[in-house]
């Protein structure tokens, strides 16, 4: 599936034409969708692209902030974990990362 410039989604052999506000009001709930699932405790995998998880990071009781220099605590919280899938993994193996 993908997005083009002319607001089209395409999946495999079907086109579906959509204005680009319904586009963007598909991506939007899609989003929260994802972020609403993942707050749950659940980990969302997509075939083919990857996998989204929360893991838990620990507390540290030394971290600065490298503006100020200052110390501070940083709480243990969560965070979004992205493992890319094969098909994923190999669609962008041969990128030029110089463009």
Known sequence: MF???SGE???DDVLLSLEEKHL???IKYFTEQICEFLVAGNTLELRNF????LHLRKAKK???NPKTGKAVNVPQHSVVYFRAGKHLKEAVRNVDSSA
Do not use: P, Q, Y
């Not at 990857?50 to 998880?53: I, L, M, Q, S």
């Open 3 to 5: 997005t083009s410039g």
């Open 50 to 53: 990857g996998v989204f998880e």
């Open 62 to 64: 030394k971290a600065r």
């Open 24 to 26: 963007n009001l598909l």
């Open 9 to 11: 989604i395409r999946t």
